[in-house]
């Protein structure tokens, strides 16, 4: 039940952004976003990764971590300043979020020359969950 609560809080937190229109966000395992003539869209995933064991008692308690990705977009020609704000508060959105034993903690951005259409910032946000 952890990665589903993982995938839940998550996407409710991406839903609850208000920074970008509901229609330009894309997330995991559902339709793509229709790129927009102009403006910014993005697609979201989560990465799973290992799964550690923290403590033991009675029995062990572990510790799940994994990275949240935000790929944005934006199409050659409309600058870089519309991206690079809404990378910033991505940022700020998702950094320390925390939401029963989910942790999200400080995120980043990693700028990508994309493809000969569009431009692209990846926003990655790094998470704890203890089981």
């Known amino acids: 039940m952890s990665k589903e609560f993982i ?5 409710k937190r991406f839903a ?5 229109d509901q229609y330009s966000k894309g997330y995991e395992n559902r339709q ?8 910014l ?3 979201m995933y989560i990465t799973h990764g290992l799964r550690n064991i923290t403590s033991i ?3 062990p308690c572990t510790r799940r971590t994994g990275v949240v990705t935000i790929d944005v977009f934006v199409r050659k020609g409309q600058g870089t300043a519309n ?7 991505l940022e700020d959105w998702f950094s320390f979020y925390q939401e029963g034993s989910l942790w999200l903690d400080a995120a980043r ?3 990508d020359r994309g493809s000969d259409t569009y431009y692209q910032s990846t926003v990655y946000i790094p998470y704890t969950y203890d089981d």
């Open 41 to 43: 869209w993005a697609q």
């Open 16 to 20: 609850a952004f208000t920074g970008l």
């Open 83 to 89: 991206i690079n704000n809404l990378t910033d508060s």
């Open 7 to 11: 995938r839940k809080s998550i996407e």
């Open 32 to 39: 793509d976003v229709k790129p927009p003539i102009s403006g």
């Open 109 to 111: 951005t990693i700028n």
């Open 57 to 59: 008692s009675d029995k």
